[in-house]
C-alpha cells in the first residue's frame, strides 16, 4: 500500500503560517481523496478538511475555512495543508490520510494516516 509522509510541522505564533505537505514516494496521489486531520493533546482525532482525486472536490471545517486551504502539487506529487493566521487552538499533530472518500460537503471515513507532523502555536 502506498506509504503516506508528513512535514513542515513546527512551532510559531500567533498569526503566524505554516505549510504542511503530505508526500507518497513512487506512487501518484492525483488519483487518491486525501483528508487532514488533527489531533490536540487530550482530545480526539478531528478531521479538517480533504481533497478528492483529481480535485473534484474541497472541504474544510469551518474552524479553519478562510484560514486554512488544501491543493495539490502533482508535479512535486504532494499534497498541501497551507495555515494561515494560526491560533493557540490549532496546536495538535497534524495527519494526512488516505482511505477516505472526500465530497463537497465533508468526507467519509477514518482514513489510513501518516506518522503525523507537530503543530505548535504560541506566545
Known amino acids: 500500500q502506498v506509504q503516506l509522509v508528513e512535514s513542515g510541522g513546527g512551532s510559531v505564533q500567533p498569526g503566524g503560517s505554516l505549510t504542511l505537505s503530505c508526500a507518497a514516494s513512487?506512487?501518484?496521489?492525483?488519483?487518491?481523496?486525501i483528508a487532514w486531520f488533527r489531533q490536540a493533546p487530550g482530545k480526539e482525532r478531528e478531521g479538517i478538511g480533504c481533497?478528492?482525486?483529481?480535485?473534484?472536490?474541497?472541504w474544510l471545517l469551518g474552524s479553519v475555512k478562510g484560514r486554512f486551504a488544501i491543493s495539490r502539487d502533482n508535479v512535486k506529487n504532494i499534497v498541501t495543508l497551507q495555515m494561515n493566521d494560526l491560533r493557540p487552538d490549532d496546536t495538535a499533530v497534524y495527519y494526512c490520510?488516505?482511505?477516505?472518500?472526500?465530497?463537497?460537503?465533508?468526507?467519509?471515513?477514518?482514513?489510513?494516516w501518516g506518522q503525523g507532523t507537530q503543530v505548535t502555536v504560541s506566545s
Open positions: 513512487g506512487f501518484n496521489l492525483d488519483s487518491l481523496d
Open positions: 490520510a488516505k482511505d477516505v472518500r472526500c465530497r463537497g460537503y465533508g468526507f467519509h471515513g477514518w482514513g489510513s
Open positions: 481533497i478528492s482525486s483529481a480535485s473534484m472536490y474541497t
